[in-house]
């Protein structure tokens, strides 16, 4: 079990920062895009799409992490009560997988919107107003004072 959950929370940790890198390259590029008055290209769709699938496997990672391998959630789901009254094990069993689902719906949001929006303009500002949401919604949800790969 300890040696699964060290695999899953590196791929997590690795994870986590290729979503980042996408999703700051697909807000960028919508905020030049929305900015600039340019047109929607193959690039833009394929950073979106990018960045949305990187949410994907990152929320599927963390929820196998969440559900079977965590000693954090495991300990919260025995007793919420006293887990709502611990810091540390509040934010593993409730406040980083209910923000960290908010970014992901917030990014498919944001790409479906994108993709149906009929002006490139409107397709631009809809990925960076809900791509901005999201990347908001996961920097105050990453657990900064872990270290920035975890090595198993």
Do not use: C
């Not at 919260?76 to 923000?99: C, P, Q, V, Y």
């Not at 149906?116 to 809809?126: L, N, W």
């Not at 949401?133 to 657990?143: E, Q």
Request: charged content about 15%.
């Amino acid at each position: 079990m300890q040696l699964a959950y060290s695999i899953f929370l590196f791929l997590h940790s690795i994870t986590r920062w290729l979503v980042v890198i996408a999703g700051v390259l697909a807000l960028g590029k919508a905020i030049w895009g929305w900015f600039g008055k340019k047109e929607w290209n193959k690039v833009d769709d394929r950073l979106g799409l990018i960045y949305m699938i990187g949410m994907d496997v990152q929320v599927m990672l963390g929820l196998i992490l969440y559900f079977f391998l965590s000693p954090y959630s495991l300990a919260a789901f025995k007793d919420f009560g006293a887990a709502m009254r611990n810091t540390e094990l509040r934010f593993w069993g409730i406040e980083h997988i209910s923000m960290m689902i908010t970014a992901l719906a917030l990014t498919h949001i944001g790409r479906s919107l994108s993709k149906k929006a009929g002006e490139a303009d409107a397709k631009h500002k809809r990925a960076a107003i809900f791509f901005t949401i999201a990347m908001l919604v996961i920097v105050a949800s990453i657990p900064w004072a872990r270290p920035l790969f975890f090595l198993p």
